[in-house]
Every structure is written in structure tokens, then in C-alpha cells.
């Protein structure tokens, strides 16, 4: 039976809920962070804390909450993030601040609190970016600086960490169907029409012809966090986008 334990930001939709569920289903203890409720039953031998990873002040009180829950973490799961979808000239100083202490800072404070936690058994951390890192588009502009810095903190963790034992890898989802594409629809990527035509529109720009679920991707966060499958990898950045980035944008 395995007897390890995982924190997951972001756990009460999209895919920090599917990743839950997945490493729960594996035998793994799970401690969830959201700041919405989670809804539902949270698995009875884990830990649920509802609580704004933005707010530093609020980190520090999660991250005591699970020392007094487990004396290790064998993996720390940076899912939770918010997303603006304005055009630079009409994005305000109080939102770019809002996102980069949501998608950037938070991951910062969080492994820098995680490490005592994570180095007793030489654990793994998982930064959940995105394809907006590497190409993006119009209106976009806070997240995608947001995720673009979180690869360059996750090579900067890998090396640091390194010699506690401690992988640090990042993962690039491309369009997945969660509350934050379907609420970011409405930038104009996605042509016009309602949720579905416009999700569609999506699925017809990849290769292999679908918007991503949650699960798929928290499979590969999973390969990530498992000491047993991805021993061997630090530092990197896995994209899981259907193929979307693959396909020159003039084709």
C-alpha cells in the first residue's frame, strides 16, 4: 500500500480536482488548498484547507496547518491560478499584481515553505504552467508572463533543490476544459458562437482534433510527482496541448 502524501493548490475544480481524485484513487494522502469550498466529500484520511494562496500571510497558515498534519511531503503540486483576459493597455496595476501573486509568487512562497516537508524524503514538486509560456496570444498578456516566469522558477528550484534530493519539473497544459477556458472564451481565439461551438472552434486548431480533459492531464502530473516513473527528470517543462503548438501558426 502506498503511504505517501501530496499538496495540491487549486483542488476543488478543473484539474487540480481531477489530479486529486487521481492521486487519491493511487493510495496517496492528499491535502487540497482552494479558496472555494470544495463541494462534496474531501477523501476522509486527507486534509482540506480553504484558504487564498495570494495572501502570504494565508500561505504561512497553510503550510503550518500541514506540518501539523504530516511530517513529510512527497510531493507539492502548484496548480491553483487566475487568469485576466484584457488587453495590456486596459489591464489595471491591481490586476497584474493580483495575477502574478496568484500564478508566480504563490509558488515561490509555497515550495520555500514546502522544503523542510519535502526534503526528508527527497520529494517532487509540479508547477502547473502553461502553453501561454512558450506562444501566446492577444489579451493574455499578465497570465502568460505569469506562466513564462514560472518555468524559469521551476529550472532555477531544480537546480537549488537538487542536492536535497528534490525534482522540480513543470507542466505546459494546452486547452483543457475547465472553468478558466470556458470563462476565457470570450477573448475572440475562439471565433464566435455559444461555450460549445466556440470549444469547437478550439479543438479544431489542434492536431489531434479535441480540447484536453482534466484527467489526461493530471496523468501526466502524476508521471511527474512519482519518484518511481520520472526519476530522472528535473527541470523540465512536459507540454500536454494536443498537439497544438506543434503546427506552425501560418499553416
Same mark, same amino acid.
Given at each position: #500500500? ?7 493548490? *487549486?483542488?476543488? *475544480?478543473?484539474?487540480? /480536482?481531477?489530479?486529486?481524485?487521481? !492521486? ?12 472555494? &469550498? ?17 495572501? +502570504? &500571510?494565508?500561505?504561512?497558515?497553510? !503550510?503550518?496547518? +500541514?506540518?501539523? !498534519? ?10 491553483? @491560478? ?17 495575477? #502574478? ?6 509558488? !515561490? %512562497? ?11 524524503? $527527497? *520529494? ?28 524559469? %522558477?521551476? /529550472?532555477? #528550484?531544480a537546480i537549488e533543490f537538487a542536492p536535497d534530493n528534490i525534482r522540480v519539473n513543470a507542466i505546459l497544459p494546452g486547452a483543457v476544459d475547465t472553468p478558466m477556458l470556458r470563462a476565457g472564451l470570450g477573448r475572440g481565439h475562439a *471565433? ?12 479544431r486548431k489542434t492536431v489531434s482534433g479535441k480540447v484536453g480533459k482534466p484527467e489526461e492531464i493530471a496523468h501526466a502530473i502524476y508521471f511527474l510527482a512519482d519518484n518511481e516513473q520520472s526519476s530522472f527528470m528535473t527541470g523540465q ?5 494536443? $498537439? @497544438?503548438? +506543434? ?5
Amino acid at each position: #500500500m502506498i503511504n505517501k502524501t501530496i499538496l495540491i493548490t *487549486g483542488a476543488a *475544480g478543473g484539474i487540480g /480536482r481531477a489530479t486529486l481524485n487521481l !492521486f487519491t484513487e493511487k493510495g496517496w494522502r492528499v491535502i487540497g488548498v482552494d479558496r472555494s &469550498e470544495f463541494g462534496g466529500d474531501f477523501p476522509k484520511n486527507g486534509l482540506f484547507i480553504q484558504s487564498d494562496i495570494s495572501r +502570504a &500571510e494565508d500561505m504561512e497558515a497553510i !503550510f503550518e496547518k +500541514a506540518h501539523q !498534519f504530516t511530517k513529510t511531503l512527497d510531493a507539492l503540486v502548484n496548480n491553483a @491560478a487566475v487568469q485576466v483576459a484584457k488587453p495590456i493597455t486596459e489591464t489595471t496595476v491591481e490586476e497584474w499584481d493580483a495575477v #502574478m501573486a496568484s500564478n508566480l509568487r504563490s509558488v !515561490f %512562497l509555497g515550495v520555500k515553505l514546502a522544503h523542510p516537508l519535502l526534503k526528508k524524503n $527527497g *520529494g517532487a514538486v509540479v508547477n502547473v504552467s502553461s502553453v501561454h509560456a512558450i506562444q501566446t496570444s492577444a489579451n493574455i498578456a499578465a497570465y502568460a508572463a505569469s506562466k513564462g516566469g514560472l518555468l524559469a %522558477l521551476t /529550472r532555477a #528550484m531544480a537546480i537549488e533543490f537538487a542536492p536535497d534530493n528534490i525534482r522540480v519539473n513543470a507542466i505546459l497544459p494546452g486547452a483543457v476544459d475547465t472553468p478558466m477556458l470556458r470563462a476565457g472564451l470570450g477573448r475572440g481565439h475562439a *471565433g464566435q458562437g455559444d461555450a460549445q461551438e466556440r470549444l469547437d472552434n478550439l479543438a479544431r486548431k489542434t492536431v489531434s482534433g479535441k480540447v484536453g480533459k482534466p484527467e489526461e492531464i493530471a496523468h501526466a502530473i502524476y508521471f511527474l510527482a512519482d519518484n518511481e516513473q520520472s526519476s530522472f527528470m528535473t527541470g523540465q517543462a512536459l507540454v500536454v496541448d494536443g $498537439g @497544438a503548438t +506543434a503546427r506552425l501558426s501560418t499553416e
